[in-house]
């Protein structure tokens, strides 16, 4: 597809448990961006990666939540020990960097019980 | 620390009445505005952006917006709305120092137009 495509599109767990989200960017975009979307808290930035450079993880709301991207490509996030707080729906975007539009996926909506 | 202020949580409107979404911003340095859509069921789409020249932006489906700096604001607007217009909407900044192109987004608004 040429979308952004993320996966699994819901996730319910066990509090406690560890997820991983993945995110499949537009092929050739540099630039890849998480989002969580949850009531109350509207859309929020997690991390953002663009090519070789060190990620900007200003956005993580905890040392449980981290992130990688392998090969410059697909990325995934981990939230480990889940709690029913980050139950969210979690947007993965990517760009072609610099001011080029991003593109969204259809998120994840992970439902911690 | 950023910010991002959409006034209207939930706005119900006939079909044909003229909208107009408020968006105010909270940043000391220069930014590049956004407004994103998000119809039911689908992602978020781009509907228009302003980086830089005339602070009246023109985007897709008949939407603008106007930066206006001393306000710190960029409101959307739409002469006439159509039902097809149901979705939510989201104001979003991104700082260009950084360069990161990460977005800041308010809160979103509601919109539902009745046929």
């Known amino acids: 597809g040429a979308g952004v495509s993320q996966s699994p599109s819901n996730k319910v767990t066990e509090k406690g448990k560890d997820v991983e989200l993945r995110c499949d960017p537009i092929s050739g975009h540099t630039a890849l961006y998480w989002y969580r979307q949850s009531l109350g808290q509207g859309l929020e930035f997690l991390i953002y990666?663009?090519?070789?450079?060190?990620?900007?993880k200003s956005g993580l709301p905890s040392d449980r939540f981290s992130a990688e991207r392998t090969g410059g490509s697909v990325s995934t996030l981990t939230i480990q020990r889940t709690q029913q707080e980050d139950s969210a729906v979690y947007l993965c975007a990517s760009s072609g960097g610099g001011r080029q539009p991003q593109h969204f996926g259809d998120g994840t909506r992970l439902s911690i019980l | 620390a950023q910010s991002v202020s959409q006034h209207n949580h939930h706005v119900i409107l006939s079909e044909a009445a003229s909208l107009e979404l408020g968006c105010n911003y909270s940043y000391g340095g220069t930014v590049n505005l956004f407004w994103y859509v998000q119809y039911p069921g689908q992602h978020l789409q781009l509907l228009l952006k302003?980086?830089?020249?005339?602070?009246l932006v023109k985007g897709i489906k008949g939407f603008e917006a106007e930066f206006i700096k001393s306000k710190f604001s960029f409101n959307l607007r739409k002469p006439s709305v159509q039902w097809s217009d149901t979705a939510e909407y989201f104001c979003a900044v991104s700082p260009i120092s950084g360069n990161t192109g990460k977005l800041i987004f308010g809160q979103g608004t509601t919109l539902q137009v009745k046929p």
């Open positions: 990666f663009q090519g070789n450079s060190a990620p900007d």
């Open positions: 302003y980086f830089s020249g005339d602070p």
